[in-house]
């Protein structure tokens, strides 16, 4: 089992940037796939981006694609999320996942079972 912890959120204006982290407790984090998720009010939750066990190879949602960046520390136990000219369409509490038996490619459709608390983004027009 592991337990996650989202912290990076806050207030943007639109074109500005935000970097998310999601620090996991114990010793597999590297035996984890990694994603990020969102959620904004009235909407079902989204995938976002997802990153293998290695951090070799990343996938992303369209409409993120070429503005966020998602990497990992294995040694920090750290997933990170960095979201650049971010749009107030993009506004949602964002979660971590971690997911054990999934590919990077499966969790675009489904998720692991581990979740952060989420941590809010709100984007300013």
């Known amino acids: 089992q592991v337990q996650l912890v989202e912290s990076g959120g806050g207030l943007v204006q639109a074109g500005g940037s935000l970097r998310l982290s999601c620090v996991a407790s114990?010793?597999?984090?590297?035996?984890?796939?990694m994603g990020w998720f969102r959620q904004a009010p009235g909407k079902e939750r989204e995938f976002v981006a997802a990153?293998?066990?290695?951090?070799?190879?990343?996938d992303y949602a369209d409409s993120v694609k070429g503005r966020f960046t998602i990497s990992r520390d294995n040694a920090k136990n750290t997933v990170y999320l960095q979201m650049n000219s971010l749009k107030p369409e993009d506004t949602a509490v964002y979660y971590c996942?971690?997911?054990?038996?999934?590919?990077?490619?499966?969790?675009?459709?489904?998720?692991?079972?581990?979740w952060g608390q989420g941590t809010q983004v709100t984007v300013s027009s």
């Open positions: 996942n971690a997911d054990p038996t999934h590919t990077i490619v499966q969790l675009t459709t489904t998720q692991g079972p581990y």
């Open positions: 114990g010793r597999t984090f590297s035996s984890y796939v």
């Open positions: 990153i293998t066990r290695s951090g070799a190879s990343t």
